[in-house]
């Protein structure tokens, strides 16, 4: 070969790459920037007051999710704080590192630049992605160590090396001990080996090296849960049969379309057509069926959440961005790939404010009401004007403000021996954290590790009580009365109003009662 032929192909190939790269900065600080406007708007989320309340109480496992996010997250309160911002650098991060490795799988399924800027452009409009990564839990790392995993795979198919094996295993024991439903993701790994001509590695010791690092990172969880009486298992159940609706196919394939972006369908639905249909997609079909044993568990289930299935898009996206690269670059229609890119962003921005609380409430409000988005729920809930995601970011400070009220209300004596009884673990997380400006005691409650964590060992003379039924209160104690009410016109319909007793002289010890109160829901 020409020397100057290769050193000019070269030089086109180093300007691809920065050209590439380039592009995939930009989307990553566009995704930083948008995380960010939504920082100061609305409050702390309910379940990050709860996960603040688990850090407290460091474990190898919570009722509700394994150790991993909140070991995460005990070691960035002791280095930060708990601000919001700090509270919420890591996920808006690990947003960004979802990103980039959409972005790469495309890279490794043969996309150019344009296939890695499409892939990295529709994860970054996803307003299940955006919304995720806007609070604190598992699920912003979640989203991340899917495709981490699914890119070690096909390094290991492709390598062969017993290194890439390994540290698979690594990740999805970790994403084991982050979330349980790494579970589905191995289940798809399984069928994909053995649907492909890939199967033939399970005669090699890598698949087998990486299921047994995973079980054994996982084991100590396990080991907990057994000697809890398996706790996560009831919660399952639970949360299965009273609290999620039911979602029928029809309802499954809109929740998706709506939570990833309708204007990103086009790129997905080509990627699983491209992987099952096309000589090129072939040899990385295991992708495929990775995604459809997720998507077909969950149908299955009956009763998934529309989110359960996002950590499993990004490949599905990557190999759609492949699967378009060339058809949008017929010669003298240019242009096609500047407006799929635009139709994107376009599309992110109209839609970002349903993921992300961008707007001032009645500005959302009336947003919401032009393009006809209605609130709605996965769960048996009444709703308000604001959907659910919302609605709990709002009236935790007030409600720790009035049980404060309360609380300084009580004579020295019965503040030595009063507790705080709250009906689930938002409430109970709020008091613990909102409550520390007032020196309350810490909360307690019957709801998932809360009523793990039991009743304590101080006796309790003097109860005041968030919420409950009046009557099931007045029969708990020989003096009830009413101290004051939590007002929050934008909470959950549920939390509104709420009704604050001091319950005095309890008819029984609270450590007697508290086998009955016990809710893993």
Known sequence: MDPG????????????????????????????????????????????????ACADHLAWGYVDHPPLSIA???????????????????????????????????????????????????????????????????????LALWPLAAWLLLRALATGRTAFWAALGLVLG??????????????????????TPHRRVLAMKGPWIAAALAGALYLPHLVWQARHAWPTLEFMRNATSLKMVDVSLAGFVKGQILAMNPVTAPIWVAGLVWLFASRAGRPWRILGWIFLAVAAILVLAGRSRASSLAPAYPMVLAAGAVALEAPLAV???????????????IAGMALAPFGLP???????????????????????????????????????????AVVARAYAGLSPRERDGCGIFAQNYGEAGAIDFFGRRYGLPR?????????????????????????????????????????????????????????????RAPKAPLARLWPRLKKYV
């Open 5 to 52: 032929v290769a050193e000019r192909g070269g030089q086109v190939a180093r300007d691809t790459l920065a050209g590439g790269s380039a592009a995939l900065g930009l989307i990553v600080l566009a995704k930083l920037v948008v995380q960010a406007l939504a920082l100061p708007r609305y409050g702390y989320f309910r379940d990050e007051l709860y996960y603040l």
């Open 72 to 142: 995460i997250l005990w070691l960035q309160r002791a280095l930060f704080g708990d601000s919001l911002f700090a509270l919420r650098a890591l996920p808006a991060l690990a947003g960004c590192l979802t990103i980039l490795l959409t972005a790469r799988l495309a890279r490794d399924l043969g996309g150019g630049r344009f296939a890695q800027t499409l892939a990295a452009l529709a994860a970054l409009v996803s307003p299940i992605y955006l919304g995720i990564d806007h609070y604190f839990s598992m699920n912003a790392f979640d």
């Open 174 to 195: 970790a994403g084991l001990l982050n979330k349980m439903s790494v579970l589905w993701l191995g289940a798809g790994i399984a069928l994909g080996l053995l649907a």
């Open 331 to 345: 010669a003298g229609r240019a242009w096609l790939r500047a407006a799929a890119a635009a139709l994107l962003v």
């Open 358 to 400: 961008l707007l001032p409430v009645e500005t959302y409000l009336r947003y919401a009401r032009a393009l006809g988005a209605a609130p709605s729920t996965e769960e048996h809930l009444r709703l308000g004007e604001l959907p659910q995601h919302y609605a709990d970011m709002f009236g935790w400070e007030e409600m720790a």
């Open 443 to 503: 909360a307690l409650s019957g709801h998932n590790s809360y009523w793990m964590w039991g009743p304590g060992e101080r006796p309790v003379d003097v109860v005041i009580v968030v919420g409950g039924d009046l009557e099931d209160n007045r029969q708990a104690f020989e003096t009830l009365e009413q101290a004051g009410t939590i007002r929050c016109d934008l909470c959950m319909p549920y939390e509104r109003d709420l009704p604050v007793y001091i319950g």
